[in-house]
């Protein structure tokens, strides 16, 4: 069994937390939800800003939970091909879907270069935030998505697992321990 690099762990490690605290923004957006029903059904009160703010937490829990569900390579699949295939074309097809998760990251990032520096001044019609602090938990997620799909096509060139340091521990029956 190969070591971790501490490099690899290090990201591993920091997406993994994208993960807590996007559960974190999922109850945050859950109380918010309540509020905002109970405030209209009892008090005849709509918030704004509750649904901007549940908006928030939603795109923040989407995009930091994403480059650790892509380290661990547990995104929507379909492994059929893959599964029915030899060792080699595995791997293969594995650098394949990294390779485009790395271009769709690096879409990503060349889009929020050209969004943020005309829309990011502009303010949230609720909350009154500027946009680039609204979209800062996407551009996050999408700078962590960007490196962990160049390590894990790094990895896969240097013939080492690329989902290695993402892999939580589980017990015999699936769990984590």
Not at 167 to 177: A, N
Request: with cysteine; glycine share 10%.
């Amino acid at each position: 069994m190969q070591s971790t690099v501490p490099g690899r762990a290090f990201l591993a490690r920091l997406v993994s937390f994208g993960i807590t605290l996007g559960m974190g923004l999922l109850a945050l957006m859950a109380a918010l939800i309540v509020v905002q029903v109970g405030a209209r059904n009892f008090l005849d009160l709509g918030l704004p800003w509750a649904d901007e703010l549940a908006r928030f937490a939603g795109i923040g829990l989407v995009f930091l939970s994403v480059p650790c569900l892509a380290g661990r390579q547990v995104m929507v699949a379909v492994t059929m091909l893959p599964d029915a295939c030899g060792p080699i074309a595995r791997r293969w097809m594995i650098l394949a879907g990294d390779l485009a998760t790395l271009v769709f990251a690096g879409l990503m990032l060349w889009s929020f270069a050209q969004f943020l520096p005309r829309a990011g001044k502009f303010l949230t019609p609720a909350m009154g935030l500027p946009n680039w602090v609204y979209y800062s938990l996407a551009l996050t997620g999408s700078v962590f998505l960007c490196a962990v799909a160049l390590t894990r096509v790094a990895d896969a060139l240097r013939g080492r697992d690329p989902s290695a340091p993402y892999l939580d521990p589980r017990d015999e029956t699936g769990h984590p321990i």
